[in-house]
């Protein structure tokens, strides 16, 4: 074992000596121009498309997944907001691109450990009796190459097994940003789908007459009348998804629920994006082709596109803090969704723990 780590390892050097280095004077394109990501913080949006073309098939007709690098237009001037803005225009040019249900969100320094884990949290938002009131499934972040004493307490064992553990039984874990499944619902801002029985009382109330169950007639919640409020500002309904889900069929009939303008304000000017936002079953609208659907994904990823709309504010990953993961959970549940926290016996996702103070 010892002689063929020593080979693999002078295979591993060599091909570090081959590397190539940042030109000069940049990357250059196959026509030679010069690449527009050459200044990270002043280029154009660019999405490259690796794997999943357009009417990509398998053998046995499938769609192929699909395997897009996604890079969202800087300018000087403008804020970016980091990662969270980052997030919110992958949330974005997704639901152009490919529109799924379910999005995945794990850090670069973070690695798929376990193949079955986006089953594991399918299990969860899929599930009849609470798929509809998920917003995410967190799983524990695990790490390889800890010591003995994990002297820089990179397990962080009352984090991850003793107080997401405690926080599963109440609403859910709050959201750590990473190695997280999310329903893309909950990240448009819209209420969960809840049924009577959620909006019931179970606290047993004890006073020196005994204890007694709180009653439904006193204590129910006004339900049907608060999903209709609209927010304080009165631009733009919260309105609740269980509202499209009764009755109320096609996109047509959808948007008149409230006006083109309301949802601009809120979502953007982008009709593609606007509509996949109504679409129960996730996909693409049939009517989109390809050149529409590029042009649009350009266009959601611009640097102006958020003005003036509720990202960062009620919709997507929240601005104004350094820890946006934290926030962002804290905006879901506070609609009303509940989080799961899922462990698997084998760790759905590790990442390389710093090994000496100095990297600590």
Not at 3 to 18: D, G, H, M, Q, S
Not at 145 to 166: C, E, M, P, T, W
Not at 190 to 199: A, G
Request: glycine share 8%; proline share 6%; aromatic share 10%.
């Amino acid at each position: 074992m010892k002689r063929e780590y020593e080979e693999f390892k002078v295979k591993i050097n060599i091909l570090v000596a081959k590397a190539q280095k940042i030109p000069e004077d940049g990357w250059t394109m196959e026509d030679g121009t010069p690449w527009p990501g050459n200044n990270p913080r002043d280029h154009t949006g660019m999405i490259q498309v690796f794997l999943g073309h357009c009417g990509g098939l398998d053998t046995d007709g499938n769609e192929l997944p699909r395997l897009i690098y996604v890079s969202r237009e800087k300018r000087p001037g403008f804020q970016h907001h980091k990662k969270a803005g980052a997030m919110n225009a992958l949330i974005r040019v997704s639901a152009v691109l490919t529109n799924g249900a379910y999005l995945l969100n794990v850090d670069c320094d973070h690695y798929f450990n376990n193949s079955k884990a986006v089953k594991e949290a399918m299990c969860f938002m899929m599930d009849p009796a609470i798929g509809k009131k998920c917003c995410y499934v967190q799983f524990p972040q695990r790490f390889d190459g800890i010591d003995l004493h994990d002297r820089y307490a990179n397990r962080n064992i009352v984090f991850f097994d003793i107080n997401l553990k405690g926080l599963d039984g109440i609403q859910g874990p709050v959201y750590v940003g990473t190695g997280c499944c999310f329903n893309r619902q909950a990240l448009y801002g819209y209420d969960p789908v809840l049924t009577e029985e959620d909006h019931e009382p179970n606290i047993i109330v004890k006073s020196c007459f005994g204890s007694r169950k709180k009653g439904k007639s006193s204590n129910k919640l006004n339900y049907e009348h608060n999903r209709s409020i609209k927010r304080s500002d009165s631009s733009v309904p919260l309105f609740n998804m269980e509202d499209i889900d009764e009755g109320i069929e096609g996109y047509d009939d959808e948007i008149s629920l409230v006006s083109q303008k309301s949802l601009e304000r809120r979502f953007g000017q982008s009709p593609v994006f606007i509509e996949a936002t109504f679409m129960e079953q996730r996909g693409l609208p049939p009517t989109t082709n390809p050149t529409t659907l590029l042009k649009e994904a350009i266009h959601v990823i611009s640097c102006g596109y958020k003005a003036k709309t509720e990202w960062g504010k009620e919709i997507g990953w929240i601005y104004g803090s350094v820890t946006e993961d934290i926030l962002t959970g804290f905006k879901m549940h506070a609609r009303g969704w509940i989080s799961i926290y899922c462990v698997p016996p084998r760790p759905a996702f590790k990442g390389s723990a710093p090994i000496n103070l100095s990297d600590r």
